[in-house]
């Protein structure tokens, strides 16, 4: 049986213990960039899950009843449901306002910069958000049988906000893609698969604002890696895609995560078995299961309008050269902090 369908995708029997303390692998990065893509791939590992974005559980898909990886509307998941009966009781609409306000107020973008310098004493809003979060973990990890949990939800500050939580082990891997094709990406019609009525589309945005974002996220990245104490490594898609096994393989290692090579879903010629997951969210990749191809998608190359190229260019340069992308091809490209505490939906 392929590794990908090792993995529990019904609801397990509660375990009689208590866990006392919960991993959580945080795939930080900019949308568009192959989080969906690793985050499954890396779920399919006995002892590994993968629940998607889980950001956007309390803001969109329980209130929209959005469909969960399995197909199945956010309502009708088994799994989703068992979490959040021993989590809270319920997925009531008490609790997801008040996860979306916790969110707000305690794990926006601009708090970062005080989530990474924060001493003493913990805000209460912050310390509920770190109560509320370990407590979907813990219930993720129970019913699923599962070891590590990863959360694709990217925002640099949720990360940094749950790092230090007690009960929660926090790795952050920055999966990061050349900002030329993320640009590229973002400008295109791509359908949204997950609403259960109507059609919905992904957000567009233009290129100069892309690369925009690009680069600051990133830069909110390389400041936690460097000063924020969590344990933290990057992972570029491109040698995610070249070579998949041994790419995850070594920035697992970089983040003190073992995940042996045989516990990864085999990749022939170009290709990966994925069963069906309950990750939430993302890009509509996430509801493709069976073989499919992993490829870097450099259409941008050909079909990006020249000014655009240039201009995302210019405004990403700086880290571009120091992410390998305007280097020859095969450089090392995985980092990691060791001493610190198809990304379009076409795979």
Known sequence: MPAAERRPVAVAAPSSGTTTTTTVLYLGGFGRSGSTLVERVLGAAPGWVNVGELVDLARSVAPADERCGCGEPFSRCAVWQRVGDLAFGGWTEDVLDRLVRLQRVAARQRHLPGLVVRRGAV???????????????????????????????????????????????????????????????????????????GRDEMWRIPARRAAAQWSALQLEMEMIAAVGGVRSARLRYEDFVADPVPSLVRATAALGLRLDPGDLPAVEGGRVHLGPSHGLSGNPGRFRSGDLALRRDDRWADEMPAADRAVVTALTLPLLTAYGYLATPGSPTTTGHPDRHDPEGRM
Do not use: C, F, M
Request: proline share 9%.
């Open 123 to 197: 805000p209460p809003p912050l310390a509920d958000l770190r109560t509320a979060y370990r407590s979907i973990y813990r219930a993720v990890a129970e019913v699923t049988g599962a070891r590590v949990v990863v959360d694709a939800s990217k925002g640099p500050a949720l990360g940094q906000a749950l790092a230090g939580a007690p009960g929660l082990d926090v790795r952050v891997l920055n999966v990061v893609r050349d900002p030329r094709a993320v640009a590229w990406s973002w400008s295109r019609h791509v359908e949204r698969p997950h609403a259960t009525t």
